[in-house]
């Protein structure tokens, strides 16, 4: 009886014992712990992988798009060099030449993963001798796991990124585009351009009025002429997408306080820069008359006829503003404006480009754009670029991603 009611208080006191508790919860949540601590790593891990992938596979994409459209590429040959491009830019110190040769892997033999990527192209003619294309790629890789995550679930993770290019060969669109060029007299002033090896030159003050009897060093680029180079930029853009002159019409219209001569609208952009490598600056600033020239110049239904005779299409319109100051007269903003207005609602895509100009300046400028279409331009880099851009949309070659 007595040894029955000692086993009894062993149990029970046993029982009540939770000194060990503890340890056994340790031991049974310490794999979980451990495996949602790797989990969390291997999500950061997989989400920068995943942007590296994603980054390989549109520049794969814009790759081929522009091999195709601007290098003679067969489709074979573009799909090689996207797959390469993918490749190479997700291994460390990688690179792609400009041919395309991996130069990690010379004798262009495919990498193993190569065959986790696929590009597909597809071609669609669009006149006698253009062509478009649409490219679009799946770049997938496998990611290793940690040791820790890999306790509770597998030990590899799939990582996809999708993306999709356009190109094309030449202007599959007819346009129509009249530029309305600043040419007051602020434009006589500097840009942050050094002009070499000229050591010194006659140089004005935002006014337009002359700093020195002598000239002066260093000597810098005028505004009128970065202006010059960037229209340039904007005519060999269109030349390049319509070598036959088929597609594209331009004219011109400068302003200071007057309105400068409204040029008809020509075919091809030879006139057009003639006429823009003939600015001299000079004079206050009034933009309005000069719109209104541009828009009734688009507007005219002899455009349209004239695009029907050579190419049956009815052509997109384009305005370019640019300008580098202020309206001498607050009214002229509000006329400019309305007709920025009756334009857009015409159809008319409105460009502008703000270069080195005054906050109301600017403001007049962005007010005036078609959403989207309005650039700020500090320097004379920013203004040449600023340009071609507007010449690789208007012309629809540039190479694009869709997704």
């Known amino acids: 009886m007595k040894l029955a009611t000692e086993k009894q208080g062993v149990l029970s006191r046993l029982a009540k014992d939770r000194r060990g508790n503890f340890g056994m919860m340790t031991a049974l949540l310490l794999p979980v712990l451990l495996g949602a601590g790797g989990i969390s790593i291997d999500v950061t891990k997989m989400m920068m992988t995943k942007n590296r992938l994603q980054d390989a596979a549109d520049s794969a994409a814009l ?4 091999a195709l459209a601007n290098d003679g590429y067969s489709i074979e040959a573009a ?5 390469r491009f993918i490749e190479t830019q997700m291994r460390s ?13 010379p004798d262009n033999k495919d990498p193993s993963s190569f065959a986790s990527s696929v590009v597909n192209i597809e071609e669609t003619p669009t006149g006698k001798s253009s062509k478009a294309w649409v490219i679009t ?5 496998d990611m290793d796991l940690n040791p820790l995550t890999r306790l509770l679930v597998k030990d590899k993770a799939t990582i996809t990124a999708n993306t999709s290019a356009e190109s094309a060969t030449e202007s599959k669109n007819a346009l129509s585009m009249y530029l309305v060029l600043d040419k007051s007299g602020s434009m006589l002033a500097n840009t942050e351009q050094k002009i070499v090896p000229v050591t010194s030159c006659y140089q004005y003050n935002d006014s337009g009025n002359l700093l020195n009897k002598n000239p002066i060093s260093p000597c810098y680029v005028k505004k009128i002429e970065a202006l010059k180079t960037a229209a340039g930029s904007l005519f060999d853009t269109l030349d390049a997408a319509d070598p036959d002159t088929i597609y594209v019409r331009t004219g011109t219209v400068s302003y200071n306080s007057e309105r400068g001569t409204t040029y008809k609208i020509n075919w091809g952009t030879t006139a057009s820069r003639t006429q823009v490598n003939a600015l001299e600056g000079g004079g206050g600033t009034s933009s309005t008359a000069a719109m209104q020239a541009a828009y009734d110049k688009l507007m005219a239904s002899t455009e349209n006829t004239e695009h029907q005779k050579k190419n049956q299409q009815v052509p997109t319109k384009y305005i370019v503003f640019m300008t580098d100051g202020n309206n001498n007269n607050s009214s002229d903003d509000t006329k ?6 009756t334009a857009k609602t015409a159809g008319v895509k409105i460009y502008t480009v703000a270069f080195m100009a005054p906050p109301r300046g600017q403001q007049l400028l962005s007010n005036c754009a078609t959403p989207g279409s309005f650039f700020v331009a500090d320097k004379m880099s920013d203004l040449v670029k600023a340009f071609e851009k507007i010449g690789q949309e208007a012309a629809a070659t540039i190479a694009r991603l869709t997704h």
């Open 63 to 66: 790759a081929a798009a522009s």
């Open 79 to 83: 799909k090689l060099l996207a797959l």
């Open 93 to 105: 110190g990688g690179n792609v030449d400009g041919d395309g040769t991996d130069t990690k892997n």
């Open 137 to 141: 790629v799946t770049a997938s890789m």
């Open 336 to 341: 400019t404006l309305n007709i920025c207005k």
